[in-house]
Structures are given as C-alpha cells and as structure tokens.
C-alpha cells in the first residue's frame, strides 16, 4: 500500500492520571490544525522516566480516557502497553503498533521537552528516523535547536493551558473541587472511585 492511501493518525502517550482538559485541548487543536485523521491516546502503565506513587490502576486512567473522548468520533484510546513488558517504552509500542495497523501512518505527538531530551529515550535515533513526530511548545525547550530536530520532525503552534495531572492529584487531596480541570465526567468518576482522596 502507498503512504499516501494509508490513515493518518497521531499517538498520543501519556499516563493520564488523570486525563485533563490540557490534554484534550492539546489534542483538539492537533486534529483541526495538522494533517491528521485521528488521535489515538495510548495510556502508557508505567513512563520509564516518571515515577509516581500516586499512580492509580491503569484500568482506571484507561475508563477515564474513553469518558473524555466519548463525544470526538475522531480520538481513541489504545491500552496495547497494558499487554507490554515494563517500564513501557516507546519504541517497542510504534513497532508494534505499525505491524499490527499496515492501513495506518502513525506521527508520534510530543511536547518540544521531550524532543530536547530526546536522548533519555531508548533508541531516539530510531524513532526519529523511521516515524513522523509532531511537536508542540513546552515553555523553555527550543524545538528547533534541539538534536533531534530533523526532517521527520514537524511543529506545531499548540495553545497550551498551564494545568497537570499533578496540580488536579494535588487538588483533590486538598478537598478541593477540579470538575472544570477535567473532561465532562472524569470529575464524577474521580469522586465515584474515590481517586487521589487519600494522597
Ligand atoms: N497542560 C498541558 N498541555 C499540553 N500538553 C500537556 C499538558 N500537560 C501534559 N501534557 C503532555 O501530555 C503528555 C501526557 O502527559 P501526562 O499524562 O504525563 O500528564 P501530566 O499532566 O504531565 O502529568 P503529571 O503531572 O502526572 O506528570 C505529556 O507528553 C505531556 O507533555
Ligand atoms: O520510550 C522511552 O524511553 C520514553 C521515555 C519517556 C517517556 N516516554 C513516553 O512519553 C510519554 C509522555 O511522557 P511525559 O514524561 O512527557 O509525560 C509517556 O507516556 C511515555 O509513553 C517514553
């Protein structure tokens, strides 16, 4: 099959403990203002650089993700590192994910953070040269004189709200009230499950 034929999606890792509207907003604009037919967001069990210990179950971030993205038909979520060796590196999730979607250009979607410290990543060359990365601004990282700036590497002018998943964890284990933090319902599912209370 040609590239030009194939469905082009864009991967968007993330632990999302929980999912918030930085994500969603994010997301949002790549959809409207790249050439991308769909988002997939792919709850990673366990960052290989970033260790929580408030992280709650992955079946709980995965519900809360499928919660943010019920009303977008053109967002999913993807729990295939659920099924993967630990910690969860990239590398090994886009090989997988290509052999298993030849019918799909996948373009890896990072903050310009990641991509100056690309080299913390396993095998950084190898993700730059055999996938598509859109990179969006993180306050103090230069995209464009990162290492890894190269020809597979496109920018994006993203909007960023200066929220995370840390200030909403934080929050509500001040008793604090986040329901406009995070997507419609995520909130409700916070509160049901009782997640991040006893931080
Ligand atoms: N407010 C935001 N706007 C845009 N992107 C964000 C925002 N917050 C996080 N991201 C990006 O989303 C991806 C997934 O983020 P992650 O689930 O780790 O959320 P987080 O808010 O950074 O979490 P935590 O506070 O627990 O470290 C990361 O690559 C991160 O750079
Ligand atoms: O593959 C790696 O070595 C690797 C190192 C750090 C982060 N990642 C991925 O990048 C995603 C976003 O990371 P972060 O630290 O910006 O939240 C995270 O969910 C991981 O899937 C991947």
Redesign the pocket.
């Given at each position: 099959m040609i590239n030009s034929a194939k469905i082009k999606t864009g991967l968007f890792?993330?632990?999302?403990?929980p999912v918030?509207i930085?994500?969603m907003a994010?997301a949002n604009y790549i959809l409207e203002y790249s050439d991308l037919s769909e988002i997939w967001f792919i709850v990673t069990p366990s960052n290989p650089l970033?260790k929580?210990k408030d992280l709650v179950d992955e079946n709980l971030r995965l519900e809360m993700v499928k919660i943010a993205i019920a009303d977008e038909p053109r967002f999913s979520v993807n729990d295939i590192e659920f099924f993967m060796p630990r910690p969860s590196y990239t590398i090994d999730t886009l090989f997988a994910l290509k052999e298993k979607n030849p019918e799909r250009q996948f373009s890896i979607i990072?903050?310009s953070?990641?991509l100056v410290h690309f080299e913390k990543w396993k095998n950084p060359e190898v993700i730059i040269t055999t996938f598509d990365v859109i990179v969006y601004p993180?306050p103090g990282f230069d995209a464009l004189s990162a290492k890894y700036f190269r020809e597979k590497v496109s920018l994006i002018d993203a909007p960023?709200?200066?929220?995370?998943?840390?200030l909403i964890r934080d929050a509500i284990a001040e008793k604090k009230s986040m329901r406009f933090l995070v997507p419609c319902g995520v909130y409700e599912f916070i509160l049901k499950q009782d997640l991040y209370s006893g931080l």
């Open positions: 890792f993330g632990s999302f403990n918030h930085g994500h994010l970033k929580s990072i903050g953070d990641n993180r960023l709200l200066d929220i995370s998943s840390t």
